[in-house]
């Protein structure tokens, strides 16, 4: 089973910017799909990006041009480019394999890591 650990969460004023890296245990070739989810407190966990082993992506509408996923096969590494940053985006941010019931629905996968903080302070 692939272990995921999640990276380069931290503390960053509105408007700013940080990259999310996911390294995964074992190749990430054969994955379909990968994702991104986050978990603000008192929230219940939801998926942000989406990409397929093809590259195609797709975004939640609260991230939509401001958040990039993309991922690097030889590096067994997922990212996400978080840009123009805002209070609302403060969560723990978690990675996991995805799958495809439909055009943009995904359900998790795989097991969960211990995620990665991101607090945007206004």
């Known amino acids: 089973q692939v272990q995921l650990v999640e990276s380069g969460g931290g503390l960053v004023q509105a408007g700013g910017s940080l990259r999310l890296s996911c390294a995964a245990s074992?190749?990430?070739?054969?994955?379909?799909?990968m994702g991104w989810y986050r978990q603000a407190p008192g929230k219940q966990r939801e998926l942000v990006a989406a990409?397929?082993?093809?590259?195609?992506?797709n975004y939640a509408d609260s991230v939509k041009g401001r958040f990039t996923i993309s991922r690097d096969n030889a590096k067994n590494t997922v990212y996400l480019q978080m840009n123009s940053l805002k209070p609302e985006d403060t969560a723990v941010y978690y990675c996991?394999?995805?799958?495809?019931?439909?055009?943009?629905?995904?359900?998790?996968?795989?097991?969960w890591g211990q995620g990665t903080q991101v607090t945007v302070s206004s």
């Open positions: 996991n394999i995805l799958l495809r019931l439909g055009n943009s629905d995904y359900v998790p996968f795989g097991s």
């Open positions: 074992r190749s990430i070739v054969s994955i379909k799909s």
């Open positions: 990409i397929t082993s093809g590259g195609s992506t």
